[in-house]
């Protein structure tokens, strides 16, 4: 070995020493192309996070990390309150997994709410409270007292996995108490690998926020994001990148989630993030044909089936994909206008998006997709 080599391999062995491992192997991002929308912009979110502060089994600064490589903008880690199963070796310190993980968080760019878990039986069940400044004064054995103490420092409270155990599975007395008093704004629709369909249903009787969260325990098990192979999150549309946006956001029920292949959430958002993934371009007429692209510019894949009696009976457009479409019509010059049902794209429980695409007749003109009319 000559002595050039051994000098910087001794340089590289005195920095592995001296400086963090991040540093030295720097860890690559995941960026997820999912558009903004109605001039908000697209936060990607999992709100539902534990860690060795109540029974998780990471450290707090690794919710972020894994946060950082999968994409996401903005976490919360929300350890138990009540449930400490770990606390004979981590005392219960219910601020603490905050304090720790927020240098992590600002290093990397990443947004970090300050939140806990109340731990009930069910019913009524779990409930996350956002945004609290201190959760110590939720630590307190009366629900609804929790919540008020919660909701007096601006917190925003949900219900989680409300179908987690089917024998009690129901909207209760509790819930409407805690709904009237303005306390319980949101839902979990999705939890980890758990879709539940009443919290479908709730969120859109109710008014509640639509929420989808990995709950995990354990350390993430993705190397890489990907739209069959996900973790759920939470689409938050805000008016800027910071946490108050967010709280905004959530109170206003600004949000869609993104499940397997779905996505879910109100009619106007998932209309808005359709217009923006999908557009139509390279319009070309030869007689009774229009031939044209269509294009999928986001992450989000799109499933669409025919409404109308025009085009093909389906369309299939994974993430970055396009597809050369003919149709065989006899309206001229005339703008050609297809109904479809984006089946993955659900207002409802089973419930498809509908869509409308409106294809123009300039040869090369980019061309038009609008929501469909009720």
Known sequence: MNRTLRSVLAVLGILTVLLPTSVIFAQARQDLRIPDILGYTTLKCDFHLHTVFSDGQVWPTVRVDEAWREGLDAIAITDHIEYQPHKQDIPTNHNRPYEIALPRARERGILLVKAAEFTRDTPPGHFNALFVDDINPLDTKDLVEAMAAADRQGAFIWWNHPGWKP??????????????????????????????????????????????NSDMHGPSPLDKTTSELHRPMTFVFVKEKTVPAIRDALVAGRTAIWFENKVLGRQEYLEAL???????????????????????????????????????????????????????????????????????FLIGPEKGLPVRFVVGSDAGADSENKPAEN
Do not use: M
Request: proline share 5%.
């Open 167 to 212: 024998e009690h599975k129901g909207w209760f007395e509790i819930h409407t108490t805690i709904y009237e008093k303005k306390y319980l704004r949101g839902i979990e629709v999705v939890n980890g690998q758990s879709y539940y369909p009443e919290g479908h249903e709730w969120a859109l009787e109710k008014g509640l926020t639509f929420l989808a």
């Open 274 to 344: 359709c217009k923006a993934a999908i557009r139509s371009t390279d319009v070309r007429r030869e007689a009774k044909v229009v031939r044209f692209t269509l294009r999928n510019d986001s992450d989000l894949p799109l499933e669409l089936k025919q409404a109308g009696k025009l085009g093909p009976r389906e369309l299939n457009l994974p993430p970055q994909t396009s597809v050369r479409v003919s149709i065989n019509t006899s309206a001229g010059g005339k703008p050609v206008q297809l109904s479809y049902t984006a089946s993955n």
